[in-house]
């Protein structure tokens, strides 16, 4: 390992013992809910990246796992079980969607991104129709003590796993493949390599990340309905936060790559935030002049 690498993961230690230790610094829930957002969504943007920026499918239909991850998490609290392992199931009963998607990697280009775009509407249509996921009223979950630490250090432990998941895939095998398929399915192929094989991988690794995500927000929210889990934005949020931090580098340089992630993650948050602002902003001038009509009505 060199130097660089090193220096690397030390930083990467000291950053994830200084999230560790905010809820016990921070005394306002303001930093925990921001750190929280970005969190899900660096998790999000790390396991689309897994399957659009290793193995190069613009695959859009993430918000069916986040969502199917949601409703199974919040369905087995509501059976008894524990938190933690209602997540770890959550995350593990999206690979059953994952696998029936197997049949979707026959359609190259446009019409598979077309294709993986309805399936979180095709999910939502199944949730509202069926009696055990409340239909279009939701599933309302109880609301435990300690629940914003809890979640917290949930999602501080996917991003980490999911970070750590990236970094190991880019230099072994499964990578190499992948990164094969995206450059050229076709010589990939000829070479032996098994591209439905490893794409379904891709998507499977996808899938149970962010089924634990959708997971874990159910206990954040504690309100779950189909239209705000099933959200376009949660396939199409994501992949913009990895295109503007930077799809994926090289390989002298792969390992990095989560670092461009968490760029645009922050910058898209903090830029949402902005926009958020500036709309308050336009909205008093319009109403206390700068040609506004509230002055013309007094």
């Known amino acids: 390992m060199d130097m660089r690498k090193s220096q690397f ?19 306002t829930g303001f930093w925990i809910t921001l750190l929280y957002t970005l969190f899900i969504y660096i998790a999000l943007a790390e396991s689309w990246n897994i399957v659009g920026g290793f193995g190069g499918q613009v695959f859009l239909g993430t918000a069916a796992f986040f969502g199917w991850g949601a409703y199974a998490c919040a369905m087995l609290c509501r059976a008894g079980l524990p938190f933690t392992l209602c997540v770890l199931l959550a995350g593990l009963t999206t690979t059953c969607l994952a696998v029936m998607l197997v049949p979707t990697f026959k359609l190259r280009g446009v019409y598979f991104v077309i294709g993986s775009l309805f399936i979180p509407e095709i999910m939502k249509v199944i949730v509202l129709m069926l009696p055990v996921t409340g239909g279009a009223a939701g599933i309302v979950l109880p609301v435990f003590y300690e629940k914003m630490m809890l979640t917290y250090y949930f999602a501080l432990s996917l991003m980490l796993v999911v970070v750590l998941t990236s970094l190991f895939l880019d230099k072994s095998r499964i990578g190499m493949a992948l990164r094969a398929i995206r450059d050229d399915q076709d010589a990939a192929e000829m070479f032996g390599i098994n591209s439905t094989m490893f794409k379904f991988l891709a998507l499977l690794l996808t899938a149970i990340f962010c089924g634990m995500a959708g997971g874990i927000h159910a206990f954040y929210i504690t309100y779950i309905e189909p239209h705000s889990f099933f959200d376009i934005n949660w396939s199409v949020v994501p992949v913009f936060m990895v295109l503007v931090g930077g799809l994926y580098f090289s390989r002298s340089c792969g390992w990095c790559c989560n670092i461009y992630a968490f760029k645009g993650v922050i910058c898209l948050c903090h830029w949402r935030n902005l926009l958020n602002n500036a709309g308050s902003v336009i909205n008093c001038c319009d109403a206390f002049g700068a040609g506004g009509n509230l002055p013309h009505s007094w």
């Open 9 to 27: 993961y030390m930083l990467m230690g000291v950053i994830a013992l200084l999230l560790i230790a905010v809820p016990f610094v921070v005394k």
